[in-house]
C-alpha cells in the first residue's frame, strides 16, 4: 500500500491516502497460492512497516524470497512461518497463511 496525498477541489492538499499497492510475492518449491484468498503479496507502509498478505499451500523448502529492503533484521517465526535475515520464508505446515505479518525490515 502506497500513501498519497491528493489535492481537493479547492486545490487544497488532503491527509495521507492509502492507495493499494501490494507487490506479488515469487513463490518458489512447488507452493501455490489458495484459490480463494487475494494474491501473496508484500507492502512497505509510509512508516517503513513490511505487510504480508496470502494463503500457501503444498511444496517444499523455502516458500519465497522477499527483496533486501524488506526483510527482517533477525530471523522471525510468525505463528509457522520462519522468515530469516536472508529474506526467505518457510513454514512447518501446509496450508500456511501470511496475512497479518509485519515487522520492521533491515535497511
Not at 38 to 62: C, I, M, N, S
Request: proline share 7%; aromatic share 10%.
Amino acid at each position: 500500500m502506497v500513501w498519497r496525498r491528493i489535492r481537493n477541489k479547492l486545490g487544497q492538499e488532503s491527509s495521507l491516502v492509502a492507495v493499494d499497492d501490494w507487490t506479488p510475492l515469487v513463490l518458489q518449491g512447488g507452493i501455490t497460492a489458495v484459490g480463494f484468498t487475494p494474491e501473496p503479496a508484500w507492502y512497505k507502509d509510509p512508516f517503513g512497516v513490511v505487510h504480508l498478505r496470502g494463503y500457501l499451500q503444498g511444496g517444499t523448502g523455502t516458500q519465497f524470497t522477499l527483496p533486501v529492503g524488506a526483510r527482517p533484521v533477525a530471523s522471525e517465526l510468525f505463528g509457522t512461518v520462519l522468515i530469516t535475515a536472508a529474506g526467505g520464508a518457510t513454514s512447518t505446515v501446509t496450508p500456511c497463511t501470511v496475512s497479518g505479518v509485519s515487522f520492521r525490515p533491515s535497511d
